[in-house]
């Protein structure tokens, strides 16, 4: 099952339940939203230690790879508080959770070998390439020129899974051979204000001035944080049968629940509190591997039954 995460503005006059397993243009609520429960399904989760391993389908400079892979491998390496590491550790409440991503192996794609426009099946494809199994999730990243159905329109990137054997997404959702992927689209070119506020001006909603992105990259920067919204629904929701709320087609998940939050003191417009580098004016509220900073969207805490957020 393909889940998108969406991050469009879209104004909403009354309650509405956003779309989960894929990023989703965000979502702005003019009323008090109803309480979030995610439930357990109790279908399977990502359990034990898995690869994220990358694939970068178009053009991308190399620090433009090293802000993505970076933000990987900081999701199992110690940093000072608040890190990276802390926030993926919330996934390990959801019961009986406890998946530990390592960087694994990359492959770049600067050609577009299935062309500029790309369906979901082609996604799956290119997944395929990173010699997936039960042990690795596959990342296909997409360069700010590459057309992907759906992207900005309804959705920022998705998660899904398929079969090694036959990769077709929904298709694997039986029987051994089948592995997890992400894709996520750079929006830098076609709709930074959608996917990746809050480091550009939004397309609709409520108007204020964006962040200074912490990498010096409005696309890669909302690359990241879109990533992360991915990985934990990922590992929380893998086949759908997992942590969600709402209907399995449509669902909120581990982070998509807190659309739009970053940190503490969030509301339509304005994301939160955040940590102002002093030398750039960049905001940020997770510390990665050799210092680098980043930031990251709240994630559902099964404890609390709370959005949490790490300032």
Known sequence: ?????????????????????AATPRQLFLVTQAPVTLTNHHGQLLTGNYSVNLLWYGRFTPAQRATVADFVASLS??????????WWA?????HPGA??????????????????RLSEADLASLAARLSPHRGSVAVVITAPDVLVDGFCLSRCGLH??????????????RGRGRFAYVWVGDSAEQCAGECAWPFHQPTYGPQAPPLVAPNADVGMDGVVINLATLLAGAVTNPYGGGYFQGPAEAPLEAVTACTGVFGAGAYPGYPGQLSVDAATGASYNAVGVAGRRFLLPAMWDPKTSQCSTLV
């Open 1 to 21: 099952m393909a889940h998108q995460y969406h991050s469009l503005l879209v104004l909403l006059l009354a309650v509405a339940v956003a779309g989960a397993g």
């Open 77 to 86: 390496s110690p940093a000072p508080a608040p890190s990276v590491a802390s």
């Open 90 to 94: 919330t996934t390990a409440r959801y």
């Open 99 to 116: 998946a530990r991503l390592a960087l694994g192996r990359q492959v770049l794609d600067p050609s577009l070998s299935l062309g500029r």
């Open 160 to 173: 899904a899974s398929a079969s090694a054997a036959a990769p077709a997404p929904e298709k694997a959702t």
